[in-house]
T-cell receptor, first 112, second 114 residues
Framework: SQTIHQWPATLVQPVGSPLSLECTVE??????LYWYRQAAGRGLQLLFY??????ISSEVPQNLSASRPQDRQFILSSKKLLLSDSGFYLC???????????FGAGSRLTVL | AQSVTQLDSQVPVFEEAPVELRCNYS??????LFWYVQYPNQGLQLLLK??????LVESINGFEAEFNKSQTSFHLRKPSVHISDTAEYFC????????????FGAGTILRVKS
């Protein structure tokens, strides 16, 4: 069966420090991968999505970047965190042509 | 622009009472509609979906939603809620003519009180 893993689950980082959140999917190949950020009262904001290795689309200009070094691995990064980067980050995947997204458990980032 | 509106940010309700969580979306020719549920500090889980066919769709835990094309709505209902239904509920719409983008509403927190 397919599973999705995100880590770390929680992270507290100082302003200006780097960030790396990792997401991996098991039990499938060539998934579409997504990074969302969830802010209180604002729903989910799509940050990046990828339809294949090395293929990244950015939805919102920001202080973050994403990479897909392997078929089932999706990484969210920042070189220098801002206070406004705090939030709950969710990774999700679906198969090519599929409509339903499957979400990871999320990573809560607090920037101090 | 594509948008999904959940009119209520929080809905308090007593256990065993009925509840309706409202969702409206910007008009489009072709859409797929979803409700996701998020329990505290967890990811989102699919609750139910409308892709085609009957406009009334049901979940395994008693929720139902009805696609109303003329009112561009997809309200979520349950005739009798339980404490365990306390969670945040997100409506999402996939706009087929806009590159299959999935747009989420801001979420509605359902608080079930005993």
């Amino acid at each position: 069966s397919q599973t999705i893993h995100q880590w770390p689950a929680t992270l507290v980082q100082p302003v200006g420090s780097p960030l790396s959140l990792e997401c991996t999917v098991e039990g499938t190949s060539n998934p579409n991968l997504y990074w969302y950020r969830q802010a209180a009262g604002r729903g989910l904001q799509l940050l990046f999505y990828s339809v294949g290795i090395g293929q990244i689309s950015s939805e919102v200009p920001q202080n973050l970047s994403a990479s897909r070094p392997q078929d089932r691995q999706f990484i969210l990064s920042s070189k220098k965190l801002l206070l406004s980067d705090s939030g709950f980050y969710l990774c999700a995947w679906n198969g090519p042509g599929a409509n339903v997204l499957t979400f990871g458990a999320g990573s809560r980032l607090t920037v101090l | 622009a594509q948008s999904v509106t959940q009119l209520d940010s929080q809905v308090p309700v007593f256990e065993e009472a009925p509840v309706e969580l409202r969702c409206n979306y910007s008009s489009s020719v072709s859409v797929y509609l979803f409700w996701y549920v998020q329990y505290p500090n967890q990811g989102l889980q699919l609750l139910l979906k409308y892709l085609s066919g009957s406009t009334l769709v049901e979940s395994i835990n008693g929720f139902e939603a009805e696609f109303n094309k003329s009112q561009t709505s997809f309200h979520l209902r349950k005739p009798s809620v339980h404490i365990s239904d306390t969670a945040e509920y997100f409506c999402a719409v996939r706009y087929m003519e806009y590159g299959n983008k999935l747009v989420f509403g801001a979420g509605t927190i359902l608080r079930v009180k005993s």
